[in-house]
């Protein structure tokens, strides 16, 4: 079956760091890769995709890069802010329903 | 402004009772989604629906009921058959089953067991 190992938070940094955070899949055939992220008390948000090999998502500053040769999707952000502060998760979709399995999420804190 | 609604945000019930949980999206999107979030744990689907009428057990459907007469509606009951039903309960839709587009989420019920 299909199953997304995120690295283990909580993570916290100061502020203007570098982020990464570590995402790993398995899956059969060639699924999407997506990061989401939450809020205290929200829903998800898209943060950013890939459909395909070696695709780069990006957006706020976050990229990701799906590579297929090492099956992962690494976040990454060149200097993170307060206002990053929230959960991430990783996940993935490769079923004609568009069903999704979900990373157990890692919770980033940043401090000023 | 298009989106997922999800009412009530709070939600408290005696063990026993049923209680249904709403989910709207005025998104006009075909698919949408029931997840349970428990503390510390990713996001765990209890049942999703494809078209209007037709909907699928999840991983953790049972306890949980579905229906979905409205494109904009699918509805989520938690019976007094869930063992365990205190969680952080996500709708979420999208513009169609397939793996390439992203869901989009409603803000969530919190549902309490007394």
């Known amino acids: 079956g299909n199953s997304v190992t995120q690295m283990e938070g909580p993570v916290t940094l100061s502020e203007e760091a570098f982020l990464t955070i570590n995402c790993t899949y398995t899956?059969?055939?060639?699924?999407?890769l997506f990061w989401y992220v939450q809020y205290p008390g929200e829903g998800l948000q898209l943060l950013l995709k890939a459909t395909k090999a070696d695709d780069k998502g990006s957006n706020k500053g976050f990229e990701a890069t799906y590579r297929k040769e090492t099956t992962s999707f690494h976040l990454e952000k060149g200097s993170v802010q307060v206002s990053d502060s929230a959960v991430y998760f990783c996940a993935l979709t490769n079923t004609n329903a568009g069903k999704s399995t979900f990373g157990d999420g890692t919770t980033l804190t940043v401090k000023p | 402004d298009g989106g997922i609604t999800q009412s009530p945000k709070y939600l408290f019930r005696k063990e026993g009772q049923n209680v249904t949980l709403s989910c709207e999206q005025n998104l006009n999107h075909d698919a949408m989604y029931w997840y349970r979030q428990d503390p510390g744990q990713g996001l765990r689907l209890i049942y999703y629906?494809?078209?209007?009428?037709?909907?699928q057990k999840g991983d953790i459907a049972e306890g949980y009921s579905v229906s979905r007469e409205k494109k904009e509606s699918f509805p989520l009951t938690v019976t007094s058959a869930q063992k365990n039903p205190t969680a952080f309960y996500l709708c979420?839709?999208?513009?169609?089953?397939?793996?390439?587009?992203?869901?989009?989420f409603g803000p969530g019920t919190r549902l309490t067991v007394l």
């Open positions: 979420a839709s999208s513009i169609e089953g397939t793996s390439y587009n992203e869901q989009f």
């Open positions: 629906s494809q078209i209007v009428n037709d909907f």
């Open positions: 899956a059969t055939g060639y699924p999407s």
